[in-house]
């Protein structure tokens, strides 16, 4: 994002005072970012924009409290996973639902327990497929999966944000990649 400092200051400013146009161009630059992130976690697509919604809304009663240390983006970012989080958490509470928690150890084989996303996107499939792809993964399996690979958070901060095991956190990610290995590989042959 090409944000001059200054630019930025005079939109926060403007969102604060409330000046109309400034929340539009707002809107319109950090859309796209957010809404990269509530994809990932979110069920739907209707869903994910409602969280987003509520991503602005947090991040607009917030602008006073940022201090221009370190990335604006970044800690627009933040929010925005806050904001998944606190939405999966809501629907977690709604279902009651009750996991027990499950060790696994991991294969001895170190490819098998390797998915690289980067070269995924690079070399087979566009954005929205590998958008799909995750979509397709159970919806623990892909909020691990999102904390791990997209936001780096370590396997004790998910289990501190999911309410889970560390070990579990652990084998949520390698269940989402054994899945992912199926999914890509259903689809290859299918493009075959």
């Not at 996991?99 to 499939?125: C, M, W």
């Not at 993964?137 to 958070?153: A, D, G, T």
């Not at 309410?163 to 054994?178: G, T, Y």
Request: proline share 3%; with cysteine; glycine share 4%.
């Amino acid at each position: 994002m090409d944000l001059s400092t200054e630019k930025l200051k005079t939109l926060i400013k403007g969102c604060i005072e409330g000046t109309p146009s400034m929340q539009k161009e707002f809107y319109y630059t950090f859309y796209p970012v957010m809404m990269r992130i509530g994809a990932r976690y979110a069920p739907t697509t209707e869903d994910a924009e409602q969280w987003v919604h509520d991503g602005f809304i947090k991040v607009y009663n917030s602008l006073g409290q940022f201090a221009f240390q370190g990335s604006f983006e970044g800690w627009v970012k933040k929010v925005m996973t806050r904001v998944c989080l606190d939405n999966i958490r809501a629907a977690n509470a709604k279902k009651n639902e009750i996991e027990q928690n499950t060790y696994f150890t991991l294969d001895t084989n170190p490819a098998a327990n390797s998915i690289r996303v980067g070269n995924l996107v690079d070399d087979k499939f566009s954005a929205a497929e590998v958008l799909n792809i995750l979509r397709k993964l159970p919806e623990k399996q892909r909020h691990v999966f999102n904390l791990y690979v997209f936001e780096e958070y370590s396997h004790k901060e998910i289990a501190q944000e999911l309410d889970i095991k560390e070990n579990h956190s652990h084998w949520l990610l390698h269940q989402a990649k054994k899945t992912l290995r199926s999914i890509i590989n259903a689809d290859a042959k299918i493009m075959i």
